[in-house]
T-cell receptor
């Protein structure tokens, strides 16, 4: 899984902490995504960036704040989270064109536990 | 609105037997269809995709999928299952008329269990 890397792989944080998740893609893609995967729930798309511009925010609470400084890096800043935010957070990247059929490539995820 | 359904939460197959993981979809136009696999504590891995052309698509690890437009299905198949195929499988769809690259909808996943 050297194509898309995520750090840290595991994170335990209290509800008052501030932490950040990092994602880096080495595939030359121009679109990056954050997903939330909770047990027994469908994969939830959180944010999408195309060419460093945020193009989608699926009603994500403001305690999650994304940042995309360039097309290879994506961050998810976390603050004052709730226990129900505990989940696997997946980053993905793809080529993004209007006619594109390009599949997404995923990182290994960050397992987040909010205590 | 587009959607994708995986009607089985779990599929159990004996090693060496053929396996099928079902997927049906709904889009307004023509679909792009994808299958992904997720092993424990890992991200999703791309297996195969259908764009156009031959209805039978071959992918990684010996998997294949058959696009059936009349039944709006894209079932994943493998002629002979391996214990190492045990994982969570996701079907996904995108409407080719949708200009947003982000509009890929994932199914809820099917857990495949292969017994020795």
């Amino acid at each position: 899984e050297t194509g898309v890397t995520q750090t840290p792989r595991h994170l335990v944080m209290g509800m008052t902490n501030k932490k950040s998740l990092k994602c880096e893609q080495h595939l030359g893609h121009n679109a990056m995504y954050w997903y939330k995967q909770s047990a027994k729930k469908p994969l939830e798309l959180m944010f999408v960036y195309n060419f460093k511009e945020q193009t989608e925010n699926n009603s994500v609470p403001s305690r999650f704040s994304p940042e995309c400084p360039n097309s290879s890096h994506l961050f998810l800043h976390l603050h004052t989270l709730q226990p129900e935010d505990s989940a696997l957070y997946l980053c993905a990247s793809s080529q993004a064109t209007q006619a594109g059929s390009y599949e997404q490539y995923f990182g290994p995820g960050t397992r987040l536990t909010v205590t | 609105a587009q959607s994708v359904a995986q009607p089985e939460d779990q599929v159990n197959v004996a090693e060496g037997n053929p396996l099928t993981v079902k997927c049906t979809y709904s889009v307004s136009g023509n679909p792009y269809l994808f299958w992904y696999v997720q092993y424990p504590n890992r991200g999703l891995q791309f297996l195969l995709k259908y764009i156009t052309g031959d209805n039978l698509v071959k992918g990684s690890y010996g998997f294949e999928a058959e696009f059936n437009k009349s039944q709006t299905s894209f079932h994943l198949k493998k002629p002979s299952a391996l214990v190492s195929d045990s994982a969570l499988y996701f079907c996904a769809v995108r409407d080719i008329r949708d200009s947003s690259a982000s509009k890929i909808i994932f199914g809820s996943g099917t857990r495949l269990s292969i017994r020795p």
